[in-house]
């Protein structure tokens, strides 16, 4: 038997949701940073094995905040649930481990739009590798059924992998019995643009310091093929003239060590040599502009 499914990865911000996806790719599709609200679009991570082909959806953190471009994030995650087989919640285990009151707050706003979902929602309760003391875990676990009733519960680690073999057997036992979509190499649908200048905004959201990275995005502006290697040029949209000069930094040096992290990962990407070149433009408060969102693909 052979099944096919799609899977909402569902959660608070930070929860781990884009490691757990490329977890079980053995390769990175989705960007990661210790900072909330990396993720800022639906990405699909497309898994292919023998017995099942699963499709992943990675959304944008769940969570309150206010703003256009927050409303564009929302509205990506509910959207990968209406199309979901199945629903992973993924919480912070080592979060509320330590913190047990913080847990309600933050899955609220999921709780309503998970029991409106219909199908089976399993809850992952991830990063135990970081709880020494494993006995905090139980009423992390505890908690999470009470604000999931009827829902499985799987403790794991998406950075050790511990667990995630455990938490895919119970999602598959819920996929429907279906052929392969995609070929068996195909593993996003994602455009490899799309995912180069995702590199870039990782390299962002890991450089620049507190609220900077939330208000820049990266737009593909110039993508040559040429015999020997592969040339871009990406913009990198600021939201403010006094942010532009903190992106590139003294001398240029901030620009230049985003540019060569993430030109050495988009060669890895495509496998081939790539000369990116980078430009910081100010796009005056674009993360309330509902037509620039649309331009970037943020929003539909
Ligand atoms: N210790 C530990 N850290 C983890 C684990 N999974 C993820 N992390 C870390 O948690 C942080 C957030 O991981 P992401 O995968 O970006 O989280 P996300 O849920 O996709 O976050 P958003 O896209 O912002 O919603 C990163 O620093 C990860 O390295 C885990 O199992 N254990
Ligand atoms: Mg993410």
């Known amino acids: 038997m052979h099944k096919f499914g799609v899977v909402a990865l569902m959660g608070p911000p ?3 949701k884009s490691t757990l996806m490329n977890g079980y790719l053995g390769q990175k599709v989705a960007i990661i940073s210790p900072k909330p609200q990396t993720t800022r679009n639906r990405i699909s991570g497309i898994l292919t094995r023998d017995d099942a082909q699963v499709v992943f959806l990675d959304t944008p953190g769940v969570h309150r905040l206010r ?3 927050n409303r564009f994030l929302l509205e990506s995650a509910w959207q ?5 087989d199945v629903a992973v919640a993924l919480l912070d285990g080592a979060h ?3 913190k047990p009151g913080a847990m309600e707050a933050d899955v609220k706003p999921l709780v309503e739009p998970l029991k409106g979902f219909g199908g089976p929602v399993i809850v992952g309760i991830n990063k135990v590798d970081a709880v020494k003391d494993k006995a905090r875990l139980l009423p992390v676990m505890e908690n999470a059924a009470r604000f999931f009733p009827g829902a499985e519960i799987v403790p794991l680690s998406a950075v050790s992998g511990d667990g995630r073999e455990q938490l895919l057997s119970r999602v598959l036992t819920h996929l429907p019995e279906g052929p392969a979509m995609y070929p068996e190499d195909q593993v996003s649908t994602a455009p490899v643009r799309f995912l180069a ?5 990782e390299k962002l959201f890991l450089e620049l310091r507190q609220e900077l990275p939330y208000s820049t995005a990266v737009e593909i502006e110039h993508w040559a093929e040429e015999p020997e290697r592969v040339v871009i040029n990406a913009v990198i949209y600021v939201a403010r003239d006094t942010h532009k000069s903190m992106v590139i930094g003294k001398g240029g040096a901030m620009l230049k060590k985003i540019g060569s992290a993430a030109r050495v990962e988009i060669e890895e990407l495509l496998e081939q040599k790539v000369r990116l070149e980078l430009w910081v433009k100010v796009r005056q408060d674009w993360t309330e502009d509902p037509g620039f ?3 970037l693909g943020l929003g539909e």
Not at 80 to 84: D, I, K, P
Request: a positive charge; glycine letters at 14%.
């Open 96 to 98: 509320y481990a330590a």
């Open 80 to 84: 990968a649930l209406s199309g979901a």
């Open 14 to 16: 930070n929860a781990g």
């Open 293 to 295: 969102l649309r331009a």
């Open 67 to 69: 703003g256009k471009l």
């Open 197 to 201: 200048a995702e590199i870039v905004r």
